[in-house]
């Protein structure tokens, strides 16, 4: 039979709790402070009692009830304190530990794990998931211990005062402690589920479409985007809806056995009167101090609501991070040297989930200096030629052969050393200009940065900006054309100075004249080296020696 939920309650809060060790000083304090915190709240509302059945004559010990009311009173000011730093001190860290630790998690199964999903979806995941985790941390640990220490100094309480007043509480306890919190949350785990889920599916429709409002704009589309956000915006109020009617449900129940257990306590108040065992002193004490004994423990279903949220976010975060890569680095890597020679032996490759094969038995060898084109029909499985170089997936028959060694063999870093990558549309990041050309070097120097830009053709260009190499692309890059973010793709590239250059559809955003540049700078700066060209169009193929049509991959 098939899980429904990928992990258990029992799983995630083990592996929560585990993530949570680096903080457990932090954690240990703010449970110890909202432990004894709510037994001053106990000893708040007993002492009180005591306090004023002795100034009214029933007890002795007006004096010590008053000096301990005042210490409770004190006490549950500092513990509340010192439970909100302490939590959130220790729950902030590890959610900057569990971002970095996502983003490791991405990096090893990207990019094959991102191809055909919501990007808007896992941003959700990476930021509001793991900020939903924060309840967990800093409001979750502390009220566990305290709904099991409050019951049972209730219960010792009670049964001092007459074993009677023990009995009735005890199973008003362990229902509304126990039985109610695992009905609750097994209850509504779906409801929490789904709840993040819309949420995410609405915030990526959202950033989709800050992303192509240009487009939406130009087209006349804002109307029919309108209504795809509406859409995702009411599933989302209807699963908030879902969730709201639990969490009112829950909270119903206990509020039911709270009222009860106050009413069964002076029931057993007149059954023990009618028989003469008169307690007035402790009964009322009793009653004072079950009454926030219960109101710290009703707190839990508040505890519970949160945490279906808490369980539905660390489902995805842990999906992801158990995610396993299409292609994992060698055990024990070997180097493969300057490439000399690429090939493609009998190889066959259907993207995971598929049926087709998009090569079928394919066999091909490329040697150093050749300028491959390759043309095809869009589907037919060029730019899976160039995945499969990158190790982005494994061939799912044959192998290929790096200088006569497996790919399989040469570890990531070097393989991708040796081999770059321009795409299309050159991504360009929050940073300086120079930055954003130096990412393909870290350790590279200004004047290299400036011989790469030279070379690339964009020099002239990024010379006319009012700060130079130090303008911030996070203000430029939209007023930037497609041949300027291509010429600093390029720029990349010959700072990198890799062996092998795979291109898919560098011209598509350019036009002639730009393409015609382009292709000038492949021919003059890249010369000698190794070149795997994608194009639909006949004229960014013209520089190439052989063309390889995608029809002859099956």
């Not at 109020?237 to 206990?254: D, E």
Request: a neutral charge; proline letters at 3%.
């Amino acid at each position: 039979m098939k899980r429904k939920f990928s992990y258990s309650m029992k799983e995630m809060n083990y592996r929560l709790l585990m993530m949570g060790r680096p903080i457990w000083k932090y954690i240990g304090i703010s449970t110890l402070a909202s432990t004894l915190g709510a037994l001053s709240h106990m000893g708040l509302m007993g002492f009180g009692a005591l306090w004023l059945l002795a100034a009214a004559g029933f007890c002795d010990g007006a004096g010590i009830y008053a000096a301990l009311t005042a210490v409770c009173a004190i006490l549950i000011a500092v513990c509340r304190y010192l439970e909100g730093v302490f939590s959130h001190l220790g729950a902030y860290g590890i959610l900057a530990k569990m971002r970095v630790h996502l983003f490791d998690a991405i990096d090893r199964i990207a990019p094959a794990y991102l191809i055909g999903r919501e990007t808007g979806d896992v941003m959700n995941i990476a930021v509001s998931d793991i900020e939903t985790l924060e309840y967990f941390f800093a409001h979750t640990i502390g009220p566990m211990f305290t709904v099991i220490l409050l019951p049972t100094t209730t219960v010792v309480i009670a049964w001092c005062v007459n074993p009677l007043y023990a009995l009735v509480l005890i199973p008003i306890y362990l229902i509304i402690s126990v039985v109610l919190p695992l009905v609750a949350l097994k209850a509504g785990r779906g409801i929490g589920m789904r709840y993040r889920e819309q949420l995410g599916d609405l915030k990526s429709k959202i950033l989709e479409s800050v992303y192509s409002i240009r487009d939406i704009q130009i087209f006349g589309a804002g109307q029919r985007r309108m209504q795809v956000v509406e859409q995702a915006n009411g599933k989302v109020n209807q699963a908030a809806l879902g969730l709201t009617l639990h969490r009112q449900t829950i909270a119903s129940f206990p509020n039911f056995f709270v009222y009860l257990a106050r009413i069964l306590i002076l029931v057993c108040a007149g059954v023990l009167a009618a028989r003469g065992i008169n307690h007035p002193v402790g009964t009322i004490a009793l009653s004072f101090a079950a009454t926030a004994s219960l109101s710290s423990t009703f707190s839990l279903t508040f505890v519970v609501t949160s945490l279906l949220e808490s369980y539905a976010a660390a489902e995805r975060i842990f999906k992801i991070e158990d995610t396993e890569p299409e292609t994992k680095e060698p055990e024990h890597p070997v180097s493969c040297g300057e490439i000399e020679t690429i090939e493609f032996q009998d190889v066959t490759f259907a993207y995971p989930g598929t049926r087709k094969n998009i090569l079928e038995h394919f066999n091909y060898v490329i040697k150093k200096g050749d300028r491959v084109g390759i043309a095809g029909e869009s589907g037919a499985g060029k730019s899976t030629i160039l995945r499969l170089l990158l190790r982005f997936y494994a061939p799912t028959e044959g192998q290929i052969l790096i200088n006569g060694i497996p790919i399989e063999q040469i570890s990531f870093t070097e393989l991708h050393q040796r081999i770059a990558f321009l795409e299309q549309d050159t991504y360009l990041f929050d940073a300086t200009i120079a930055e954003n050309i130096g990412i393909a070097k870290p350790e590279a120097g200004m004047d290299e940065i400036r011989t790469a830009a030279k070379r690339a053709g964009i020099a002239e260009f990024i010379d006319t900006l009012p700060d130079g190499y130090d303008t911030d692309m996070g203000q430029m890059s939209a007023r930037l054309s497609g041949g300027e973010r291509q010429r600093i793709g390029i720029a990349r590239i010959l700072l990198r100075n890799p062996d092998v250059c795979l291109m898919d559809e560098p011209s598509s955003a350019l036009d002639a004249l730009h393409e015609k540049e382009l292709l000038h700078t492949l021919e003059t700066e890249y010369a000698g080296k190794t070149l795997l060209l994608i194009s639909h169009r006949t004229s960014t193929l013209t520089g190439c020696e052989r063309i390889l049509n995608a029809e002859t991959f099956r």
